[in-house]
């Protein structure tokens, strides 16, 4: 009974303990539970006034979490207790940027781009609010030269290719974008089968282990496919 009585205790430590282990803000961010980070944050704050790594995810939750009043409260704290800090001054302006502030918002993205010289891990987004910010002020000539700024630190998403394209038809700018477009070969099509070889060459070439019919084209496949099938399946091979 002893025993039993003490490993049930154990058992109570140990469960209370699990119970009580503070979960990471930061991890919880990142995993997309915002309104929990947000708690984690403000529990940490309670504890610390002065902790500014949890006004940096506070601040980074809430605005993924569309509080954006709350955002820029909440970033103008962290940035009074930290005036240099560019994590806060970039969600500021992301803050401000929702809220319709674009003054405001401006000024904190030309801060962060000018503070983080180019090497911070925010500056295509910065850019790309930028230019979003002169879209809505009419300023086409410079939405033109942010979007650019942003599709060249992150040239996979093709939202702020659209974007770019939009400013520059408002602009007026045809020639001068089919010409970048044409040079910078990103989405234009490359002939060739050079590619491919080098991949398959990676796969150690498996088109060459197998008996196979290639069907290519651009109409018809699907047809041809069909009566190939008929009439290997009749000449009796599977």
């Given amino acids: 009974k002893i025993f039993l009585f003490a490993s049930f205790l154990l058992s109570l430590n140990v469960?209370?303990?699990?119970?009580?282990?503070?979960q990471d803000a930061l991890v919880l961010y990142h995993n997309g539970n915002y309104k929990e980070a947000i708690a984690v944050c403000e529990s940490e704050l309670a504890e610390n006034p002065k902790r500014v790594e949890s006004y940096v995810v506070m601040c980074w939750s809430l605005v993924r979490n569309k509080q954006y009043v709350e955002a820029e409260i909440r970033s103008q704290e962290g940035l009074a207790l930290s005036p240099y800090d560019l994590r806060l001054i970039e969600v500021l302006g992301e803050a401000?940027?929702?809220?319709?502030?674009?003054?405001?918002?401006?000024?904190?993205?030309?801060?962060?781009v000018a503070g983080s010289q180019e090497n911070g891990s925010r500056v295509g987004v910065s850019y790309y609010y930028m230019g979003e910010i002169f879209i809505r002020q009419a300023r086409y000539q410079h939405a033109d030269i942010a979007l650019s700024s942003a599709v060249k630190k992150e040239p996979l998403l093709d939202t702020w290719w659209v974007r770019l394209g939009y400013a520059r038809e408002m602009a007026g700018n045809y020639q001068e974008s089919l010409a970048y477009l044409a040079e910078l070969g990103t989405f234009g099509i490359k002939p060739g089968l050079g590619r491919i070889k080098k991949l398959l060459e990676l796969c150690e070439n498996p088109q060459e282990r197998y008996r196979k019919v290639h069907i290519t084209g651009t109409n018809g496949k699907g047809s041809v496919t069909a009566m190939l099938s008929g009439i290997l399946t009749q000449s009796g091979l599977h």
Avoid: H, P
């Fill in 96 to 112: 401000k940027y929702f809220l319709g502030k674009n003054s405001g918002a401006m000024e904190q993205f030309q801060k962060y």
């Fill in 15 to 22: 469960l209370f303990a699990q119970t009580n282990v503070k």
